[in-house]
C-alpha cells in the first residue's frame, strides 16, 4: 500500500499545509488521497492496525517490566538478608566493643576523681610546710611549692 496511515501524518505536517484552517487541511488532504486512489476505508484500517501492535507492544513491555521489577525484588530481599544476618554477627561484636569503651571511660573518671583528692591531700600538706605569710605573688599552691622545693636547694 503506497499511502499508509504514517504517509497521511506526514501530509498533514507538511510545510505546504501550515497557515491552512483545520477544515483546508483536510480538504486538502483528502483530495490527495483521492487523485492517487487510495481508499480511506484502508487507511484507517491501516491505522487500526498500528494503534493495535502500539497497544500489544505497550501491555508485553508492561508485562516485561513487571517481570523485571518482580526479578529485581526478589534479589533486594536476598540482599536483605544477607544484610540482616551479617548484622546479626556484627552487633554482638560492635555492643562489647562499646560496653569496654565505657568501662575504660568510667575507669578514667574513677581516677580523675582519685587525682582530684590526691592533689587537695599534697596541697593541703604541702600549704602546712609553708610559713604563714609567705609571698605567693597570686601563684599556684604548686608554683610557690616548687619555687620553695628550688631555694632549698
Excluded at 34 to 54: K, N, S
Excluded at 83 to 107: C, H, K, W, Y
Aim: proline share 5%; charged share 25%.
Amino acid at each position: 500500500m503506497p499511502y499508509t496511515i504514517l504517509k497521511v501524518s506526514e501530509m498533514l505536517n507538511s510545510p505546504h499545509l501550515a497557515g491552512m484552517t483545520p477544515d483546508a487541511r483536510r480538504c486538502a488532504l483528502l483530495m490527495a488521497i483521492e487523485a492517487a486512489g487510495v481508499e480511506v476505508e484502508d487507511l484507517l484500517q491501516d491505522a487500526v492496525v498500528r494503534q493495535r501492535a502500539l497497544s500489544d507492544f505497550a501491555e508485553a513491555a508492561q508485562l516485561a517490566l513487571e517481570r523485571f521489577e518482580a526479578v529485581k525484588a526478589e534479589e533486594n530481599r536476598g540482599i536483605q538478608a544477607d544484610l540482616d544476618r551479617l548484622t546479626g554477627q556484627f552487633m554482638p561484636r560492635i555492643q562489647v566493643n562499646l560496653d569496654e569503651v565505657a568501662r575504660q571511660q568510667d575507669s578514667f573518671r574513677a581516677w580523675q576523681k582519685w587525682k582530684q583528692q590526691e592533689a587537695q591531700r599534697i596541697t593541703d600538706a604541702a600549704t602546712s610546710c609553708v610559713p604563714p605569710g609567705a609571698p605567693t605573688n597570686g601563684l599556684s599552691m604548686i608554683a610557690v611549692l616548687e619555687r620553695a622545693s628550688q631555694s632549698r636547694r
